[in-house]
Every structure is written in C-alpha cells, then in structure tokens.
C-alpha cells in the first residue's frame, strides 16, 4: 500500500514537472515561430536563399549534438531537478540576447543562429534529464502512458505558440513576443523550485569508482551491448534524416498553398494555422496516448504509425489544397506521440536508471546528428529544384500535371516524395530481423511486467 501512495505522488510530481516545460516551450515556440517567419519573408521576396533559412534549423540541433555525449555522463552524476532549471535559465538568456538586439535595431541573421545554438546545448542537457525523470518518478508500467503525457508539452506549444504568434506577429512584433517568452521561462522555472525530484539512482556495480570520461565510455559499451536498440536506433537515425527535409520544406511549401488556394487570409496566419492544427492533432494523440498507453506490441507501434505518417503527408501534399493540407497536418502530428511514446517505453524498459543519462544522450546525439545535414540539403536541393518546376523548367513537361508550374510548386513535389521514403522505410523495418527480435523481448517483458501485478 505505501509502495503504491508513493507512486501515485511520484506521477502526480510528474505531471508538475510536465507542466513547468510546457509552460517553458510554449514560450520558446513564440520566439522560434516569430524569428523563423521573419527570415522566411526575405526568403520569399528574393533578399535571402532558403538555404540562409534552412541554417536556422541547423544551428537549433548541430551544437547540442556535439555536447550530448558528455551531457548524459553529467546528467547521471548530477540532480536531475537542478539540471533542469539551469537549462532553462540558459535558454532564457539566449532569448533575453537576441530581444536586446531586436530593441537596439542590431539583430542580423547570425544573432539568431547564436541563439538558436545556445538553446541548442541547453536542450541536451534538458530534454535527456527530462526524459530519465519518467524513470525517477513514474512506476514500470505506466511508462507508455507517461511518455503521453510528456508529449503533451511539445503538442500543446504547437497548438498555442504558433496560433499566438501568428496573430500577435503584426499587432506586438517580435520584441513583444520575444517578453511574452521571457515571462513564460520565469513561470516555467519557478515552478520546478516547488517540485521535489529525487536526487539520484542507485548505481550499479563499479560505477561509484570510475571518473567522468569512464562512466561515459560505460554508457557507450552498454549501448552498444543491446543489438535490438541499436536497429531501433537506426531506423529512427533515418526517419529523422527524413523529417529534418520536412522542417525546411514545410514553411514554403505552406506559403505555396496560400497562394494557389485563394485564401483571404495572410502567409503568417496560414502557416499559424497549419501548424496549429499540427499542435491540435499532436494534443488529440498525446491525450490518447496518455489514457491508453500505446499498444502492446510497441515496436509494431512505432512503424505501422510511421507508414501512417508518411502517407497523410504524401496525399495531402499532392491534393493542391491549403485545408487539406491542413487537415493532414492534424493527422500527422496525431501519429507521433504514438511513434515517439512507444520508442521511449522501450528504452526506458531496457536501459537501468543508472545508465539512462547517458544511453539517453548518445540516443538524442545519434538521432539529432543527421539533421544538419538533412537541413542543409534540403536548402541547397529546394534551391537547385525550384527553377526545374517554373513554367521553361526541365521538370515542368513531367511533373508539371501532377504538382503544377510556378513558384514553389517544386515544394509540393518534395514534400510529397519524403512520405514515400517515410513508408518505405516503415516496411524494410516490419521485416528486419533485428526489429523483429526486439519485439519478442519486448512482448516477454511485458507479458512478465503484468504477471508481476496480478501476483501482488
């Protein structure tokens, strides 16, 4: 009975913590929305390549991938709660920099590369200390619906921040979205000195005697050690690859719609509305996700919701239309909090506390790494392609009756070609070994987990 009270108020200091980092990315995603737009705008009246826009996405991974590792090896040793107020007292700064640039009239494109990197390190040490907190305070098997809930902090900051911001854009500018953000980090930061959070884990055999650079070389022996997590991993290395294309392409390609579809309504709001919608689809799965817990099988979970995905974005990229677009931007974010959710329970299930810091961020490293790269190719491949699909393009004569003709019609064509590769690789991934193995360990672990709580 105690051993149950006490995990009933383990999740109930979860659910605060959730609430202190939705409060925290609401507010980051006014800023990013609001930034992102500005420079989109030069983009599209000819003074920027999209490529100066794609470097934004580059700075917001690349140098919180280089620091993952050793972040991980820190946030084992280290207060998970401490780790996680710092991190967004650094964040918070890198905001309260690029606004003091916006005021003095001196803000240029690398100020918000600056910032965007600095965030970039806060968050790799944030999200993984986040992310072992589930195991802290959350019993075995309410993993899958934790992950939920945790996913209910992303989903809600893309259904608030970019409806906000969309609408706030031309009323406040990006100063005054930029001290609504401020405000959010401060309410979001206060809140975790309320919240008690247990220090650290027991540790296993050894690891009490070896310096910072063995515990990380121990997070990597392990990590290596598990071939079904690194198959697991693989696959989501090049999913991610993946979206990293759909990021870039997806601002223009949306600005693409508004134009062919007529809309009275202006770029800012139509993209605030897609993604809205996005953030709408991504609450609605988080919340299911939340109750239900994801399926059993949830290595199946994961790639059957990833086909499902990269179909939504192919047939509503190809319809031509802005609110069918934006109805499969619902859809598709409905899928990831099932995908991410079900991804998450297996790693917490296989990695012991004692290593998740670490495991963690080797994880987020290796998964993150690709998408510099994706962002970057997806500029210079947007650049290359868009003048193929204008009205004497070399692709004009093929592509031309399926996606159309004309300025940022090449998008339609990209966008839509990125689902294909999504499902595509859902089906290499139900018939990998490696995968499938993985599965039978996961469906033994379970069936042994509900056998435990029937016997007590």
Known sequence: MVKQIQQHNGFKIFLLVVFSQTISLVGSGLTDFALAFYVLEDVFMGESSLLIFSLIFFFVYFPGMIVA????????????????????????????????????????????????????????????????????LVDKADYGKANGFSQMGESLHRVVSPL???????????????????LCFMIGIGTLFFIRIPGHVEKEQ????????????????????????????????????????VHVWVQP?????????????DKATALGTVMTSGGVGMMVGSIAMGIWGGPKNKVKGVLI??????????????????????IGAFLYFLTIPFILGCNLAIWQRRVPAAYQGRVFSLRRASVLGVLPL???????????????????????????????????????????????????????????????????????????????????
């Open 253 to 265: 390609l949306v600005f693409t719609l508004a134009e062919i579809s007529s809309t009275a309504i």
């Open 69 to 136: 590792p050793f972040a991980g090896t820190f946030i084992d040793r280290h207060s998970k709660k401490t780790i996680l107020v710092l991190s967004n007292m650094i964040a918070a700064l890198a905001t309260l920099f690029t606004l003091i640039m916006v005021l003095t009239g001196y803000l240029q494109v690398w100020h918000i590369y600056l910032a965007a990197g600095i965030k970039s390190i806060a968050a790799a040490f944030q999200i993984p200390a986040f992310q072992a907190c589930i195991t802290l």
């Open 164 to 182: 906000i911001a969309g609408t706030l854009f031309s009323v406040i500018s990006i100063h005054g979205i930029m001290m609504i953000d401020l």
């Open 374 to 456: 994706s962002f970057i190719l997806a500029g210079l491949i947007g650049d290359w392609v868009e003048p193929m699909l204008h009205a004497s393009g070399v692709l004009a004569p093929y592509l031309g009756p399926i996606v159309g003709v004309g300025t940022g019609h090449s998008y339609i064509f990209l966008f839509s070609t990125i689902g294909l590769f999504s499902m595509g690789l859902s089906i290499i991934g139900l018939f990998s070994h490696t995968l499938k193995t993985l599965e039978a360990e996961e469906l033994a672990e379970n069936d042994v987990q509900q056998g435990k709580e029937v016997s007590v």
């Open 305 to 326: 919701f990833t086909f499902l995905g990269g179909f939504i974005i192919t047939l509503a990229a190809l319809i031509d239309s802005l609110i069918i677009f934006t």
């Open 206 to 245: 050894g690891q009490e005697t070896l310096s910072f650079w063995q515990q990380t070389v121990e997070g990597y022996r392990f990590f290596q050690s598990d071939k079904g997590l690194k198959s697991l991993l693989i696959f989501f290395v090049i999913s991610n690859f993946l979206i990293g294309f």
